[in-house]
């Protein structure tokens, strides 16, 4: 199976070049502007794959709310162009989402068939991309939450790691519930998808369980054998932020269990993996 990787540089994107047993092709910013329609079209043309992995985003929430033309850009009409590209050399179109399409306002893990709200652009523009996803005649919309891992430590996993490491002070929403989803597992959920021939639809590709920032916070220092009490609790509306948060996040993924048959581990695991490898 041959996989082109749109966005291979980025946390996501990368680990599918750690990949075996497939033929794996990634594209960076630099290999291709996803917001060129026709430049686009002519590299999914040129590589033919049989899985065409959209890991490319505008993730900057706040910056979106003033340019909403650039999010707009990348995480919806370059979905589109993506989407018609596939169907033009017949390959499965892997597009990636977001909890940010919905409000926050729930008491309980998102399904995938409940309504979506964004509240911000960036939520906004990444609905609309699931829906020019959909476009494909083979598709996966995969909805991920609070990655960490890749080769970009820049997750809030890795800063609050690195503060406790530090012995510094980090402050941690102790009200924001999260479904924090290690990359490595999301990559291998996706490849399992694809060799089970599973229909197309809408997934929500995390790990399992859910807890608030100062969960995680704590299971890290318990990790390090660092102190706690390094972690400063804060609020969501105690903070200034230009783009507005889902407070309530978490996402159910009973759904995609179902489809692979097997349970995803949970994030407290994949957390305790993921800090093992920094050392």
Not at 214 to 233: F, K, N, Q, S, T
Request: charged fraction near 20%; glycine fraction near 8%; charge should be negative.
């Amino acid at each position: 199976m041959k996989l082109l990787v749109i966005g291979a540089a980025g946390q996501l994107g990368s680990s599918f070049l750690e990949v075996s047993g497939h033929e794996v092709v990634g594209m960076t910013r630099a290999d291709v502007d996803v917001t060129d329609h026709h430049a686009l079209l002519a590299v999914v043309e040129r590589e033919a794959p049989d899985v065409l992995v959209n890991c490319t985003a505008y993730n900057n929430v706040d910056g979106a709310e003033d340019d909403a033309a650039t999010a707009l850009a990348v995480n919806a009409m370059a979905v589109r162009s993506m989407a018609a590209a596939a169907t033009r050399v017949g390959a499965t179109f892997v597009h990636y989402s977001t909890d940010f399409v919905f409000d926050g306002e729930a008491s309980q893990p998102y399904t995938e068939d409940d309504r979506t709200r964004p509240v911000s652009t960036y939520g906004c523009s990444k609905l609309l991309g699931e829906w020019f996803a959909q476009d494909a005649p083979r598709w996966y919309v995969l909805r991920v939450e609070s990655l960490f891992g890749g080769r970009q430590a820049r997750s809030s996993v890795d800063k609050i790691a690195a503060a406790l490491r530090a012995g510094r002070a980090t402050p941690v929403f102790a009200d924001r519930v999260v479904t924090p989803s290690f990359v490595d597992d999301v990559r291998d959920a996706t490849l399992e998808l694809l060799a089970r021939d599973v229909p197309s639809g809408l997934f929500h590709c995390v790990n399992s369980g859910q807890g608030t920032w100062a969960d995680v916070g704590r299971h890290i220092a318990g990790l390090l054998g660092a102190e706690p009490g390094l972690l400063v609790l804060t609020s969501v509306k105690d903070v200034t932020l230009r783009a507005r948060r889902p407070v309530y996040c978490a996402l159910s993924n009973d759904q995609l269990v179902a489809a692979l048959g097997r349970p995803m581990p949970d994030w407290q695991h994949a957390v305790g993996r993921y800090v093992a490898t920094l050392g």
